[in-house]
C-alpha cells in the first residue's frame, strides 16, 4: 500500500532561517507529488506539485521542493522563511489507478511555527 | 471564479444519527472527492466521483455513501454516526485528465458526534 511519511511533526524556526521539511513515501511505480499548505484558519491550498519533467519544482511564496527518485523523497524548501509562513505543510503522493482515477495519500503533516 | 465550496461549516450530530454534506465543485471540474481528517493527522480518501458514479474507494465502511449530481456538484452521507466519526471533512475538485489531476480543496466541514 501507498504511504506518505513526514519526518518532523513540529518545527519552530526564527524569522530568515532556512526551512527543509522531509518527505519520503513508498510506492515503486509513477507518482505524482503535492506539497498543501493549510494557514491559520483557512483551507489547503496547493503550494507546487510535480508531474515529471525538472525534479526541482518552484512553488508559491517562494518554496520549492525536489524530487529524487532514487530516494523516493519529495522535500519542501525555502531559503529564508517568514512569520507569515506558520502554517501546517502536507505532502501529497497520487498514484493514479488502472481506471485513471487519481487520490492523493497524505502525510501526517508538519506544523511550522515562526517566530519575528 | 468561485472556488470550492462545502455546507455546512459546522454541525453538530448525536450518535445513531445521520448526516449529508454537500460540496460545489470549482468552475470548470468534473470530478469531486471526499476525504476525512481527523484531529493533528493528514486528510485521508473516503471516495471520488466522477459522472455520477463512485470511481474510487479507501478504506471507510459502507456507513458512508455519496452522490455526485448532473452539475457535478457531490454530497457525503454518513449513516449510524459514531463518536470516532467526528473530523473535518474535506471535498476536493479536479479536471479529471487521468494523469496531470490537480485536486483543489474547500474549507471543510466540521462535524461533532456528541
Known amino acids: 500500500a501507498q504511504s506518505v511519511s513526514q519526518h518532523n511533526h513540529h518545527v519552530i524556526l526564527s524569522e530568515a532561517a532556512s526551512l527543509e521539511l522531509g518527505c519520503n513515501y513508498s510506492y515503486g511505480g509513477t507518482v505524482n507529488l503535492f506539497w498543501y499548505v493549510q494557514y491559520p484558519g483557512q483551507h489547503l491550498q496547493l503550494l507546487l506539485k510535480?508531474?515529471?519533467?525538472?525534479?526541482l519544482v518552484k512553488g508559491i511564496k517562494g518554496f520549492e521542493a525536489e524530487f529524487i527518485k532514487s530516494k523516493f523523497s519529495f522535500n519542501l524548501r525555502k531559503p529564508s522563511v517568514q512569520w507569515s509562513d506558520t502554517a501546517e505543510y502536507f505532502c501529497a503522493v497520487n498514484a493514479p489507478s488502472s481506471g485513471g482515477y487519481n487520490k492523493l495519500i497524505f502525510g501526517a503533516g508538519t506544523r511550522l511555527a515562526v517566530h519575528p | 471564479d468561485a472556488g470550492v465550496t462545502q455546507s455546512p461549516t459546522h454541525l453538530i450530530k448525536t450518535r445513531g444519527q445521520q448526516v449529508t454534506l454537500r460540496c460545489s465543485p470549482k468552475?470548470?471540474?468534473?470530478?469531486v472527492s471526499w476525504y476525512q481528517q481527523a484531529l493533528g493527522q493528514g486528510p485521508q480518501f473516503i471516495f471520488q466521483y466522477y459522472e455520477e458514479e463512485e470511481r474510487q474507494r479507501g478504506n471507510f465502511p459502507d456507513r458512508f455513501s455519496g452522490h455526485q449530481f448532473p452539475n457535478y456538484s457531490s454530497e457525503l452521507n454518513v449513516n449510524a454516526l459514531l463518536l470516532g466519526d467526528s473530523a473535518l471533512y474535506l471535498c476536493?475538485?479536479?479536471?479529471?485528465?487521468?494523469?496531470?489531476?490537480?485536486?483543489?480543496f474547500g474549507p471543510g466541514t466540521r462535524l461533532t458526534v456528541l
Open positions: 510535480y508531474f515529471s519533467g525538472d525534479p
Open positions: 476536493a475538485s479536479s479536471y479529471r485528465t487521468g494523469v496531470t489531476d490537480t485536486q483543489y
Open positions: 468552475s470548470g471540474h468534473d470530478t
